[in-house]
């Protein structure tokens, strides 16, 4: 399915109104994984408690082996990056990662799009911004997870339309995004569920959401339609693997 991305950005407030998933827009159509939900600086959140991740450094100690807590590497051209997931909070989530993690889906794909100071996406368009195929979609375990999109913090790109609508792409948030967070029933507010968090390699996460970016049009193959993909890399930025290593 082709996706189309609809992205306004605040030259005021810098407020992405729309992070789309397929990051790709054709005519009308609405995008794939749209908008990681960005109504930046609407930071209103339900009053449940809530579990913070402690700010993600750059050099960590391995952590211990917990099954409830396995950790990935993903290895990109501009450095690796180190993730640990949390099944006790998205135990759904987690485990529709990991099956693309085992599956090899998420090699040689890229960061097609970088949104600087907020997020950085990808995990599902190869170098030429073909999309790959996927699982049907998951449940959006955004209302019941206390865990928060803060800086570091890796989550599911859903359609702002539908909350169930997960596949395989995915965000690392740069900076704290509230707004990105469970904060009502619709499908406006319902959220974007994190499900793990960086503990070594926040520097290559900075360095890939400081790269040049630009537009580009792109020919569907085998169909008619071209596909516009909003900030994009200039230079790929490659996902070469993504492994679980405990």
């Known amino acids: 399915m082709r996706i189309g991305w609809n992205l306004v950005i605040s030259a005021v407030a810098l407020a992405f109104l729309a992070i789309c998933s397929g990051c790709g827009k054709s005519g009308e159509a609405s995008s794939e994984a749209t908008q990681v939900a960005a109504i930046r600086g609407s930071s209103s959140g339900d009053s449940k408690n809530t579990t913070v991740f402690p700010s993600p450094t750059d050099s960590a100690p391995p952590p211990a082996s917990d099954p409830m807590r396995p950790v990935v590497e993903i290895q990109t051209n501009l450095g690796n990056i180190v993730v640990e997931l949390d099944k006790t909070q998205a135990k759904l989530t987690v485990e529709n990662f990991l099956r693309y993690v085992e599956s090899g889906h998420y090699d040689q794909t890229i960061f097609h799009q970088v949104l600087k100071d907020y997020v950085i996406m990808g995990g599902a368009y190869t170098v030429d911004l073909v999309e790959k195929r996927t699982h049907p ?17 890796i989550a599911m790109v859903r359609r702002p339309d539908a909350p169930d ?27 974007y569920c994190p499900f793990g968090k960086v503990i070594s390699g926040m520097d290559v996460v900075r360095k890939i959401a400081a790269v040049e ?26 996902i070469q693997s993504v492994r679980l290593v405990r």
């Open 165 to 191: 609508s997960a596949t395989c792409q995915f965000f690392i948030n740069v900076n704290d995004n509230p707004n990105l967070d469970y904060r009502g029933p619709s499908a406006e507010e319902y959220g």
């Open 213 to 238: 970016v630009t537009d580009r049009v792109v020919q569907v193959p085998g169909q008619a339609e071209k596909v516009e993909f909003e900030r994009v890399p200039k230079q790929p930025v490659v």
């Open 137 to 153: 979609p998951i449940r959006n375990e955004a209302q019941k997870c206390a865990l928060r999109n803060v800086a570091g913090t």
